[in-house]
């Protein structure tokens, strides 16, 4: 156990629709990173926040968003759903001070069908 | 451009052989370097890690892997497989300090025959 939960496990959905996607980080992690897990783009990082503000971003579509609270958990919206945003979303968290080597330790993930 | 690739998506080994898991890194800064598995339906766990110091690392069940910066190589190896050790494994790789994300290869998946 990581010490990293997230909610729902599996989520099955309809083209078009909006859902979210729930993470609590370990307690004393700063950083929360969004990655998504298909077969063909493999793990691909999505966004990073720290301490509730932005710090990074990768590829993360438009039609997705995130935020980080002040508890410091974070959620993932995705709208606009297609059937390609099928995959499995793995929420992990870290440190990542400035001088650190940003070891991330992952949660379950949550597994998203679009039907 | 800074990448990350593992040889082969597919390894198959007998139960009590070597296992040996290839990891190799493009950067332009010094890297720090990871191994996780991922069990089916699991997330992933951190297997080992370089961040600096020794070049050779152990990790959990097992597992080491040494970074050789002349080769731009981080492969993993255990000495003798386990049925329990088929799984998916991942290289990643951190490149720099602060860096924000994971980088990661495209996955092996160990096969362990009886």
């Known amino acids: 156990d990581s010490g990293v939960t997230q909610t729902p496990k599996h989520l099955i959905t309809a083209t078009g629709q909006r859902v979210t996607l729930r993470c609590s980080p370990r307690?004393?992690?700063?950083?929360v990173y969004w990655y998504q897990q298909s077969l063909d783009q493999g793990l691909q990082f999505l966004i990073q926040y720290y301490n509730g503000e932005e710090r990074a971003k990768g590829n993360i579509l438009e039609r997705f968003s995130a935020q980080q609270f002040p508890d410091l958990h974070s959620e993932l919206n995705l709208s606009s759903l297609e059937l390609g945003d099928s995959a499995l979303y793995f929420c992990?968290?870290?440190?990542?001070?400035?001088?650190?080597?940003?070891?991330?330790?992952f949660g379950p993930g949550t597994r998203l069908t679009v039907l | 451009a800074q990448s990350v690739t593992q040889l082969g998506s597919h390894v198959s080994v007998s139960e009590g052989a070597l296992v040996l898991l290839r990891c190799n890194y493009s950067s332009s800064v010094p890297p720090y370097l990871f191994w996780y598995v991922q069990y089916p339906n699991q997330g992933l766990q951190l297997l080992l890690k370089y961040t600096t110091g020794a070049t050779l690392v152990k990790g959990i069940n097992g597992f080491e892997a040494e970074f050789k910066k002349s080769e731009t190589s981080f492969h993993l190896t255990k000495p003798s497989a386990h049925m329990s050790d088929a799984a998916e494994y991942f290289c990643a790789v951190s490149f720099g300090q602060g860096a924000q994300k994971l980088v990661f290869g495209q996955g092996t998946r160990l096969t362990i025959n009886p």
């Open positions: 307690s004393g992690d700063l950083s």
């Open positions: 992990a968290s870290g440190t990542s001070g400035r001088r650190t080597y940003n070891e991330q330790f």
